[in-house]
């Protein structure tokens, strides 16, 4: 069975753009996360999504959005970039309460 | 204080030998707890759910002290392959709800 897939696999954005990573869960998951890690630091929640809704938000600012769609796929957006939010974003799919990862998009800032 | 905390090494120990590594979290309320491993660049893979009882897989034990908040992860008799950051992952909230707090991670290294 395919794993959660991510993509891009890696993305070089100027300050100021928007950018739209994509995550397609693993096949019967109905749960999505995204997660960012910086270097040397573990990851941190943004959004958690459950049958479309939003079931939970982290600590992150309001340009920072995600959404779900009816075959449990997600996309997460991040407005006006910053230099900061250059890390490795993160998606996991879960159907009980253990979390899965993909292999993670690499968003570079400059 | 840090919501999980662990120690983040490095752990330098020969193939063969027993390692342990620790955790505590600071939220009493919350619901599971898991280990996962980093390997460089990679995504985190799960590798234990923790459980009060304890559970074993294989060369690696967990344990689980609620009381203390405390979480523990044993791996027996190192291999190689072993070396990688371990991440304490734990989940405050119940049911379909999910937000896996992480700590920072604790770096092994597995030496011949």
């Known amino acids: 069975d395919a794993g959660v897939t991510q993509s891009p696999t890696h993305l070089i954005k100027t300050r100021g753009q928007h950018v739209t990573l994509r995550c397609s869960p693993i096949?019967?998951?109905?749960?999505v996360s995204w997660y960012q890690q910086v270097l040397g630091q573990g990851p941190q929640f943004i959004f958690q999504?459950?049958?479309?809704?939003?079931?939970g938000r982290g600590n992150f600012p309001d340009r920072f959005s995600a959404r779900q769609f009816p075959n449990y796929s997600s996309e997460l957006n991040v407005n006006a970039l910053l230099l900061g939010d250059s890390a490795l974003y993160l998606c996991?799919?879960?159907?009980?309460?253990?979390?899965?990862f993909g292999p993670g998009t690499r968003l570079t800032v400059l | 204080r840090k919501e999980v905390e662990q120690d983040p090494g490095p752990f330098n120990v020969p193939e063969g030998a027993t390692v342990a590594f620790n955790c505590t979290y600071s939220?009493?309320?919350?619901?599971?707890f898991f280990w996962y491993r980093q390997d460089c660049r990679k995504e985190p893979k799960l590798l234990m759910s923790?459980?009060?009882s304890g559970n074993e897989d294989g060369r690696f034990t967990a344990q689980l002290n609620r009381a203390s908040q405390y979480i523990s992860l044993l791996i027996r008799d190192s291999k190689l392959s072993d070396s990688a950051t371990y991440l304490c992952?734990?989940?405050?909230?119940?049911?379909?709800?999910?937000?896996?707090?992480f700590g920072t991670g604790t770096r092994l290294q597995v030496t011949l």
């Open positions: 996991a799919s879960s159907l009980t309460n253990e979390q899965f």
């Open positions: 096949s019967g998951h109905k749960s």
């Open positions: 999504y459950y049958e479309k809704e939003e079931r």
């Open positions: 939220n009493s309320a919350s619901q599971s």
């Open positions: 923790v459980y009060s």
């Open positions: 992952v734990v989940n405050p909230l119940a049911g379909t709800a999910s937000k896996l707090t």
